[in-house]
């Protein structure tokens, strides 16, 4: 029986994250869990987060689980959201932190200046409600997923890799932005699978079944 472990440093949307993930695969053992040796010892790790990111660092920090989540994204298979893919990255313009600098790149906000749409009027800022994801390759996360398939969102800011070959999806709100990221055994999406109908539960069913 698998066991997956949704990381609990007090920021995210923790039972619903949870409760989508037995939905989609009812055998696996599914535990909301701060404790860093059950993290260690699950066979995958989701991330989920949400609020500002100082506050996200702060908390992981404080409650000791920094080292486990870098161990996590290193060895087991891995699945960040929203703020449990920011985190990834370096240089958050949000409080101007750091996040745990496993992938090159930053966290800037969205631009003011760009936030338009097509017809002139203005987008607001956060980017909230369902937009398209376009796959930028194939993934096993992106099994039975139509390429272009719509995901919820809520947040400010972006990833933005250094490298592009770790961008798996975008998304173009005033501007094109990573939505997902892929290397190795981690995944990670700004969206929110948990709440994003029938395509969400795809993902999370095709990341209990993935195997990095």
Request: aromatic fraction near 8%; hydrophobic fraction near 45%; include cysteine.
């Amino acid at each position: 029986m698998s066991k997956v472990v949704v990381v609990d440093y007090g920021m995210g949307n923790l039972r619903s994250v949870a409760k989508a993930i037995e939905h989609v695969a009812p055998t696996a053992e599914v535990r909301v869990s701060s404790a860093a040796a059950e993290i260690m010892a699950a066979d995958r790790v989701v991330v989920p987060g949400q609020g500002a990111m100082p506050d996200c660092m702060r908390e992981l920090a404080a409650r000791g689980l920094r080292d486990a989540v870098v161990r996590a994204a290193a060895e087991q298979p891995f699945l960040g959201i929203c703020v449990g893919l920011q985190m990834l990255f370096g240089h958050a313009e949000e409080g101007n932190v750091m996040g745990l600098d496993i992938l090159p790149g930053r966290v800037p906000r969205f631009p003011e200046a760009a936030m338009a749409a097509a017809d002139g009027s203005r987008l607001k800022v956060p980017h909230m409600g369902w937009n398209q994801v376009h796959q930028a390759e194939a993934h096993p996360l992106w099994d039975g997923i139509a390429d272009d398939a719509r995901f919820y969102f809520v947040h400010s800011y972006y990833v933005e890799p250094q490298d592009p070959e770790v961008i798996a999806g975008s998304t173009h709100y005033g501007i094109p932005f990573t939505s997902a990221i892929a290397r190795a055994n981690i995944f990670a999406v700004q969206f929110h699978p948990e709440k994003s109908a029938q395509a969400g539960l795809r993902l999370l069913g095709n990341f209990m079944r993935w195997n990095p």
